[in-house]
């Protein structure tokens, strides 16, 4: 696990989310192509709110896409919530050497998009996994 540091940015946004959606925000990260919220376990529908309300309202607010994900001290869970748009098959997490990985199956036409343009979403899930768990590495298969 890494420190987090937020910057003014991120810590406004996590003000506004949390006004708007009255959830407890673990982390935000701001990507150029949206805003990533980690919210406290058991909080993701009251985030989301009814019919997505509140990630419509926020959309609004913040003008970029966003993406809610509900956290988890169990690192296959929260590997699983990272990946949510997607149909996960299975999830192993194994020591490497000194290090512990986390291969995440998929189906095979899912793995283009689980990945992203350049790799954009699947570095993401590795910043966000060096943030709040002790995985170091993650592979898509």
Do not use: W
Request: charged content about 35%.
């Amino acid at each position: 696990m890494t420190n987090i540091t937020l910057n003014g940015d991120a810590l406004r946004a996590i003000s506004a989310f949390e006004r708007v959606t009255k959830t407890v925000v673990k982390d935000c990260i701001d990507t150029p192509d949206k805003l990533v919220f980690i919210v406290a376990r058991g909080q993701i529908g009251a985030a989301i709110g009814k019919k997505g309300e509140n990630v419509k309202r926020l959309y609004e607010m913040f003008k970029k896409n966003l993406d809610v994900i509900e956290y988890s001290d169990d690192a296959e869970k929260f590997i699983r919530n990272i990946f949510h748009n997607y149909k996960i098959k299975g999830v192993v997490i194994e020591r490497r050497g000194n290090k512990l990985h986390a291969t995440v199956s998929v189906e095979s036409k899912d793995k283009g998009k689980i990945i992203g343009k350049d790799g954009r979403n699947l570095k993401l899930a590795r910043d966000i996994l060096s943030r709040h768990t002790d995985i170091e590495s993650l592979s898509i298969d």
